[in-house]
Each structure stands twice: as structure tokens, then as C-alpha cells.
């Protein structure tokens, strides 16, 4: 896969496969998205657990959908190549599927 090409799930199996290591971050924000994607990221997370760790929630089960859409569109203005991930919050997804919305990130 040549370095500018986006990154796709049968990309990473087939690197799996050939036991080509892949490399993945955690991250939160654009700026440190933007590094991770200039140093060639395979794929980038953005977990839930910003609620603690920037929002200041006591733990993630307080993190909201709307406020992980937020980091999540920051960080996809800078990803062009990796796999982005985001973490659907665990408060929502147990209330079930009419509580969350379609969202395109």
C-alpha cells in the first residue's frame, strides 16, 4: 500500500496477514490528529474516555454522543489517510437504538 493511498479494513488484514506491524493512536483533538497522520498512522481512536479526561466527567459512562461528535469531527478534518474509529458511548448505546442518532463523521 503505497503511503498516500487511505487506509481500508482488507488493507489491514492483509498486512495482519503478512505480519506487517500497524500502527494506531489515541487521540482527542485536531492538532495531535494531524501529527499522527503526518507520521503515517494506520488508524486512529477516539475513545470515550475524553469525557474524563477533557470534559471532566467522573467517568465515561457520562460522555454523551453529542459531546464524542464533536472531538470526532475535529479529528476527521484531520485524518485523510488512517481508519478513523469513534467510540459510540456506553450511557447511549444501552438506553438502545432510539437514543442514538445517524450521524456521518
Known amino acids: 500500500m503505497a503511503s498516500d493511498d ?3 479494513i482488507p488493507a489491514l488484514q492483509q498486512m495482519k496477514k503478512e505480519g506487517k506491524k500497524s500502527a494506531g493512536f489515541v487521540l482527542w483533538d485536531y ?3 494531524l501529527i499522527a497522520e503526518r507520521a503515517g498512522a494506520d488508524f486512529v481512536v477516539i475513545g470515550d474516555s475524553v469525557g474524563a479526561n477533557l470534559l471532566g466527567h467522573a467517568n465515561t459512562l457520562e460522555v454523551t454522543v453529542d459531546e464524542m461528535l464533536v472531538f470526532c469531527k475535529a479529528v476527521r478534518r484531520a485524518i485523510k489517510r488512517a ?3 469513534c467510540d ?3 450511557g447511549p448505546l444501552q438506553e438502545g437504538r432510539g437514543s442514538l442518532m445517524k450521524v456521518a463523521v
Do not use: D
Request: avoid cysteine; aromatic fraction near 8%.
Open 6 to 8: 487511505p487506509v481500508t
Open 31 to 33: 492538532q495531535t490528529a
Open 83 to 85: 481508519i478513523l474509529i
Open 88 to 90: 459510540i458511548p456506553f
